[in-house]
């Protein structure tokens, strides 16, 4: 039986993953926590804009409210 | 759920210049004093990044609901 969705999330913490938003950018990243509202924290993490990698940044915080959907075991670059 | 929040990187970044992605298109950098639950945060020294170059604000409060991405500065 599958899992609930944030428990489902829960087993991907540490694995690459792919955020898309709302407004079509993507962020890739290692998932390191999230929060009841979905907020995430991704470390090693690029923002692609029209299939371009256009910014690496260490870490970053996305706001939960602008997920449109999780991409789950991608692979790492 | 994990034990690590994200909101701990943000607690981490404090006087900090971070940099933040807003709805419409517009980033934003500054040194990240203090932020809520709803990610209003008060920011030092903050600047827009537009496409004509930075535009100093000083000292602003961003209302959270605008907030899509903020990334702290690499160790």
Redesign the interface.
């Known amino acids: 039986m599958s899992s609930i969705p944030i428990n489902t999330l829960?087993k991907v913490?540490g694995q690459y993953i792919i955020i898309r938003?709302k407004?079509n950018?993507k962020?890739k990243g290692k998932l390191?926590?999230?929060?009841?509202y979905m907020?995430?924290?991704l470390s090693d993490?690029i923002e692609i804009i029209a299939n371009e990698e256009v910014a690496r940044?260490?870490?970053?915080?996305?706001?939960g409210?602008?997920i449109l959907l999780v991409q789950l075991a991608v692979d790492e670059l | 759920?994990?034990v690590?929040?994200?909101?701990?990187?943000?607690n981490q970044a404090r006087e900090k210049r971070v940099?933040i992605r807003l709805?419409g298109n517009r980033r934003m950098r500054g040194i990240l004093k203090n932020y809520d639950i709803h990610?209003n945060l008060t920011l030092e020294e903050a600047e827009e990044i537009a496409s004509e170059g930075a535009i100093k604000l000083g000292d602003v409060i961003i209302r959270?609901?605008n907030?899509?991405?903020?990334?702290?500065p690499?160790?």
């Open positions: 829960r913490i938003l407004d950018v962020y390191q926590s999230f929060d009841q907020n995430c924290h993490a940044y260490g870490n970053i915080f996305v706001r409210n602008n | 759920m994990s690590n929040k994200p909101m701990d990187i943000l940099l709805r990610l959270g609901d907030v899509i991405m903020i990334s702290p690499p160790k």
